[in-house]
């Protein structure tokens, strides 16, 4: 395969297991006959400054050395260049949750590594968020309401448990549980209904193996909303115990809607959850880019 990487690398992603695998998993990358230029993010946001940089200066291919929310810093670098529907972007999975590629069915660094060897690429959308403040793009999902107060709990107290700590901060936020109400304008109509949670989803995936959205499609040229009404304790356990299977969207009580744009209505601001990343911001509208960028795997 011709053309060299730029290896983005997070060692500070998966609670710190990143800087003892990455080593590895790169030279095996190598050893296969891959070309690499190997640089380190050392603070948040400076994944999207050097991918915007070497994006900027001809290159294409871009590797992701961490998790999700490393895969959205690049992103938004190269959604910040002119020439992000020439680039491509392959990831391994080294970081808490690394929901993206398990909707490709990539659950192991092993089957990572050998679709990038492969190099075959697909083109993704990518969803823009408009916020009080400028704009974000994603390919995973965003999620309000209890979504974020679990993301948010997991980063301070279990990290260190991988993607089992999502679950732990999952039940301890059941334990206190609030509502949110964020009223969403799409283009038939308003749902203002009080809810637990809202979703906003381009691929299946999130906090590793929870198939939030089961109908979601990462090049359709539409987002996945899912949206769950007030529940009780109770019910919100037995709407959980489903989200692995993705058979909670069958219940009453949780609805889905896919759209290409969505509207916050009389938006506040508030905790956002980005692809594993915890935001605090007034969200205005999340759009599609339908085929942005090109994935390998």
Same mark, same amino acid.
């Given at each position: 395969?011709?053309?060299?990487?730029?290896?983005?690398?997070? #060692?500070?992603?998966?609670?710190?297991?990143?800087?003892?695998?990455?080593?590895?998993?790169?030279?095996? &990358?190598?050893?296969?006959?891959?070309?690499?230029?190997?640089? =380190?993010?050392?603070?948040?946001? !400076? %994944?999207?400054?050097?991918?915007?940089?070497?994006?900027?200066?001809?290159?294409?291919?871009?590797?992701?050395?961490?998790? +999700?929310?490393? %895969?959205?810093?690049?992103?938004?670098?190269?959604?910040?260049?002119?020439?992000?529907?020439? /680039?491509?972007?392959?990831?391994?999975?080294?970081?808490?949750? @690394?929901?993206?590629?398990? !909707? =490709?069915?990539?659950?192991?660094?092993?089957?990572?590594?050998?679709?990038?060897?492969?190099?075959?690429?697909?083109?993704?959308? *990518?969803?823009?968020?408009? !916020?009080?403040? $400028?704009?974000?793009?994603?390919?995973?999902?965003?999620?309000?309401?209890?979504?974020?107060?679990?993301?948010?709990?997991?980063?301070? #107290?279990?990290? =260190?448990?991988?993607?089992?700590?999502?679950?732990?901060?999952?039940?301890? /936020?059941? *334990?206190?549980?609030?509502?949110?109400?964020?009223?969403?304008?799409?283009?038939?109509?308003?749902? +203002?209904?009080?809810?637990?949670?809202?979703? =906003?989803? @381009?691929?299946?995936?999130?906090?590793?193996?929870?198939?939030?959205?089961?109908?979601?499609?990462?090049?359709? $040229?539409?987002?996945?909303?899912?949206?769950?009404?007030?529940?009780?304790? $109770?019910?919100?356990?037995?709407?959980?115990?489903?989200?692995?299977?993705?058979? !909670?969207?069958?219940?009453?009580?949780?609805?889905?809607?896919?759209? +290409?744009?969505?509207?916050?209505?009389?938006?506040?601001?508030?905790?956002?959850?980005?692809?594993?990343? &915890?935001?605090?911001?007034?969200?205005?509208?999340?759009? *599609?880019?339908?085929?942005?960028?090109?994935?390998?795997?």
């Amino acid at each position: 395969m011709s053309g060299a990487y730029y290896a983005i690398v997070n #060692r500070a992603a998966g609670g710190g297991r990143c800087e003892k695998a990455a080593p590895d998993a790169l030279n095996s &990358l190598e050893r296969r006959g891959l070309s690499l230029e190997v640089a =380190f993010s050392e603070e948040p946001k !400076h %994944a999207t400054e050097l991918a915007r940089r070497a994006a900027s200066n001809g290159c294409r291919r871009f590797l992701s050395v961490g998790g +999700d929310g490393t %895969a959205a810093e690049i992103v938004n670098g190269l959604m910040a260049s002119s020439a992000a529907r020439e /680039c491509e972007l392959a990831m391994l999975p080294l970081g808490t949750g @690394n929901s993206f590629l398990r !909707h =490709f069915g990539i659950t192991a660094l092993q089957a990572a590594t050998d679709a990038i060897v492969r190099g075959k690429s697909t083109p993704i959308d *990518v969803l823009r968020l408009t !916020h009080d403040d $400028g704009v974000i793009h994603f390919i995973n999902t965003m999620g309000t309401g209890f979504v974020a107060r679990a993301g948010e709990l997991t980063n301070e #107290r279990f990290k =260190f448990l991988g993607a089992a700590g999502y679950i732990a901060a999952v039940l301890v /936020c059941v *334990v206190r549980l609030q509502y949110e109400e964020n009223t969403l304008r799409y283009a038939d109509g308003i749902d +203002d209904a009080r809810t637990v949670l809202s979703s =906003f989803s @381009n691929s299946q995936y999130t906090g590793g193996s929870m198939r939030m959205a089961p109908d979601a499609q990462v090049a359709d $040229g539409l987002l996945d909303v899912v949206r769950a009404g007030s529940l009780r304790r $109770g019910a919100l356990i037995a709407a959980f115990t489903r989200i692995f299977s993705g058979t !909670h969207t069958d219940l009453e009580q949780v609805w889905t809607r896919q759209v +290409d744009r969505v509207e916050f209505v009389n938006s506040s601001v508030q905790a956002v959850l980005i692809d594993g990343d &915890l935001h605090h911001l007034e969200p205005l509208a999340i759009d *599609v880019l339908p085929s942005a960028i090109q994935l390998i795997a």
